[in-house]
């Protein structure tokens, strides 16, 4: 079982940063996929950022050059540092982890994980 846990969000005006936090614990060895996936009200929940399990990174077109994923492998944690941020981007961004071994093929689709935070809200204000 692996637990994960996300912070990092806040308050910010259009065209400010924010840097979500996202640290895993419990059993880490599996190659998992680790994403970011957000939800506006009134929303479905969609796909932000995704390491897939060998390594390759995911975007969502919407966030794609203003968003990188990144993570630190010695201690379980992956990062999202989110800029030039529109009001748009306001949602609860959500950590999830893949249970096993995960393709890029898959790394954005919510049905692929099983792990997932608690959500951390981020709002953004024009």
């Known amino acids: 079982q692996v637990h994960v846990v996300e912070s990092g969000g806040g308050s910010v005006q259009s065209g400010g940063s924010l840097r979500l936090s996202c640290g895993a614990s419990g059993d880490t060895t599996r190659r998992q996929c680790m994403g970011w996936f957000r939800q506006g009200a009134g929303k479905e929940r969609e796909g932000v950022a995704a390491i897939d399990s060998d390594g390759k990174i995911l975007y969502a077109d919407a966030v794609k050059g203003r968003f990188t994923i990144s993570q630190d492998k010695a201690k379980n944690t992956q990062y999202l540092q989110m800029n030039s941020l529109k009001p748009e981007d306001t949602a609860m961004y959500y950590c999830?982890?893949?249970?096993?071994?995960?393709?890029?093929?898959?790394?954005?689709?919510?049905?692929?994980?099983?792990?997932w935070g608690q959500g951390t809200q981020v709002t953004v204000s024009s």
């Open positions: 999830a982890a893949s249970a096993y071994y995960c393709s890029s093929w898959y790394a954005l689709q919510r049905s692929t994980y099983t792990y």
